[in-house]
């Protein structure tokens, strides 16, 4: 099982092509911040982001099933293709060789076809982002307001305030892709982050001074 799972993420002993470390060992990151994933980090993003999914999905059945093809193609478009490239492109993660999909809790599987492009998302990226949320959030939203599907609502809003306020505590408070308008890592670890990818901290740095 363990050698199995090792092909599915990257080797966590070896760190990111963009750092310029020769190994982890001591890295004053690994309890910061997350450079490697495993299946354990993966699940518990998925515990955490599919309970709206669901519930949404089952009020809009409850409507009407034929519904749920258009909102499956939105989902599949925007996050396996379109955040892809105005997100996650961005991220050191996504600049690792060797690899044709994403190997990281968010997105994973997902086909790498755009070129990595480090530094911060520009305004137009952040607008796309933010209006493919809305269109992913509000698909469902919409159909449980027409339909009255009062209850599937009240859960659908729960879920989905319990999914953000989980996400920002655990998991976009040590994630290393700063472009994304959601991080909250700290200031001071960025800072170490950059020291030890200089490429990165180089990228960031030119698109501050344009």
């Known amino acids: 099982m363990e ?4 092909n599915l993420f990257l080797d966590p002993k ?8 020769a190994d982890c060992h001591d890295c004053p990151l690994q309890s910061r911040l997350q450079c490697h994933f495993h299946g354990k980090d ?11 999914f669901i519930a949404g999905g089952i009020g809009v059945a409850r409507l009407n ?15 396996g293709f379109i955040e892809i490239r105005v997100m996650c492109s961005h991220c050191p993660h996504y600049a690792e060789p060797g690899t044709k999909s994403l190997q990281c809790w968010a997105n994973y599987g997902s086909p790498k076809v755009w ?38 609502l009240v859960l659908f809003g729960m879920l989905a305030a319990v999914m953000a306020t989980a996400m920002r505590a655990r998991m976009c408070s040590r994630c290393m892709n700063f472009a994304c308008p959601l991080n909250r890592v700290e200031p ?23």
């Open 42 to 52: 993966l699940a518990q993003f998925l515990a955490i982001a599919l309970p709206p």
């Open 188 to 210: 001071a670890v960025r800072a170490l982050f950059f020291a030890r990818n200089p490429g990165v901290a180089q990228a960031w740095k030119e698109a501050q001074e344009e």
């Open 65 to 79: 099933a034929w519904l749920l093809i258009p909102w499956l193609g939105l989902l599949v478009g925007y996050f």
């Open 3 to 6: 050698i199995i799972m090792s």
């Open 115 to 152: 070129t990595y492009r480090p530094g911060p998302m520009s305004a137009g990226e952040k607008a796309v982002f933010f209006a493919g949320l809305a269109l992913v959030g509000g698909y469902p939203l919409a159909f449980l307001v027409i339909g009255m599907q009062w209850l599937w």
């Open 14 to 21: 070896r760190p990111l092509s963009t750092c310029s470390s």
